[in-house]
């Protein structure tokens, strides 16, 4: 009989210890999470990353704002040794480049950590293949006529070929009150059409003009950091260009440790997304 009860009061105290560790397991991946968010935004170093229009059809998700990056993706040459490293799904690191402003750019992929200085973030591959840096696909395929021009043939045959990498940021999105975040992704859409409608224009008039050297801009950043504070207009047509581009950008503030990220605001036309959406309920008010 007493022995019956010793293994009764092991088995309870054996689940009692099973549950208090799934307990103390529960807490501790959230609070991991949270230190290591904190770690970075504390230690680590500030970047921008510019951000490109969404599918139309993925809006309204929520409670957060979803973001796609200008930098998710990258054609480099052939190597058919690194071509074998890589998988879709797989842990990759991307690598970076920083200009003067913050902003990074994409310049390699790699499936091994790279040196200490290097700029990288880990990241998900989300398709790789390769190709050739011109369409060929026509003298590969059977249902299409053969082109009889025996030089485009040899051209395609000669061609080069790249890798084409897809990367998949797991900090993607942007939370902020629900309300607020269908207002922030359709104001986000609309900076960024006309951002995409004054490239058009750019490009339509230097193809018109190309032989006409563009006109030197001398503005400085914080020049023009200063006419965007002050709504100053009395710069050159080449400087206003050049703030019409910097005004109409969306980008995310974000700060990277071992490769790892924190996304930390949300920028349009050089103000914070809460500040910028402020800024548009007043005018819309006063109107």
Known sequence: MFNKIQQILAYKNSLWFFFAFMVVAQLFVPASIVYEQEDIIATGTSYKMLVKPIDPHDLLRGKYVYLRFKEDDLLIDFEAQKAKEFHRGQDVFAIFSADNEG?????????KRPKQGQIYIKTELDWVGSGTKIRCEYVNNPKTPKPTDAKVLQECQKAPKYLSFDLNYNFNRFYMNEFKAQLAEETIATVLAEEEAFISEEDEVAATISAIPPEPSAISEKLLEETI???????????QKKLQRKKSRVYAHIKTKNGKVSLIDLYINEKPIRNYLKSLEKNNSNM
């Not at 504070?229 to 400087?239: H, K, R």
């Open 103 to 111: 902003f990074l750019h994409l310049i390699d992929v790699s499936s």
């Open 229 to 239: 504070a002050n709504n100053n207009l009395n710069l050159t047509p080449a400087e």
